[in-house]
């Protein structure tokens, strides 16, 4: 029965609340699903959380998920390299490979470090050349790095001999500093005594794909 006519029958609302107070209408968990749509998915209208999967409720079921099934939280649907909890966590869709649709897939944004929601945030790649002509010889490292002392980074591109390189998969939208050096001695870091580049107009604020961005 439903004694007071609200849509939840009196056991539900005894189970839950011990008494028939609350309304069809009420969310007093306030995971945005009315008691009403909590008794008819058969979640739990006390918590928001019914699996305990760290996923509300109405986030699960608005992204076509379960909330009565804590191991939807470690899935992929779209297989874009983030499961559902990143998915939630970056504010992404679950079921969208490419959220804010600007041709990269979510994981690999998360993972560069752009902002995968923002479509004027991607990942984007750089060219030029390395003109050294000096006497050392050796690996020439080309980085592109936020941090003006730095010699070393994520963003590298390694090339037997000055001449062209090519870097992806950067953040736009960013003041970096392009930077090469030559690794003489082969020790894999950069010593002082070694040749050092830089590119002309750091920090550079890189908005797009960028060719010509010499080293020297």
């Keep these: 029965p439903d004694t007071d006519g609200d849509g939840l029958p009196d056991f539900w609302e005894l189970q839950y609340f011990e008494n028939l107070e609350q309304t069809g209408s009420g969310d007093p968990d306030n995971d945005g699903l009315t ?42 649907p779209d297989s874009d390299g983030l499961t559902n909890i990143e998915e939630y966590r970056h504010a992404t869709d679950p079921a969208s490979a490419d959220t804010d649709a600007d041709g990269f897939e979510d994981g690999l944004e998360v993972q560069i ?39 070393v980074s994520a963003h590298e591109a390694a090339i037997q001999v000055p001449g062209a390189y090519a870097i992806s998969n950067i953040p736009n939208l960013t003041n970096c500093w392009i930077k090469s050096w030559c690794d003489s001695n082969g020790n894999g870091s950069n010593d002082s005594w070694e040749a050092q580049g830089a590119y002309v107009s750091n920090p550079a604020y890189l908005a797009t794909n960028t060719a010509g961005i010499d080293v020297a």
């Design 35 to 76: 008691n009403l749509e909590e008794y008819h998915h058969g979640t739990d209208p006390t918590n928001l959380d019914t699996d305990s999967d760290d996923l509300p409720d109405a986030w699960e079921l608005s992204h076509g998920l379960d909330p009565l099934a804590s191991f939807d939280a470690e899935q992929d």
């Design 113 to 151: 470090g752009t902002d995968p929601i923002n479509p004027a945030s991607f990942p984007i790649d750089i060219s030029g050349t390395v003109p050294y002509e000096g006497p050392q010889t050796g690996m020439v490292h080309v980085i592109v790095t936020t941090d003006s002392n730095a010699w």
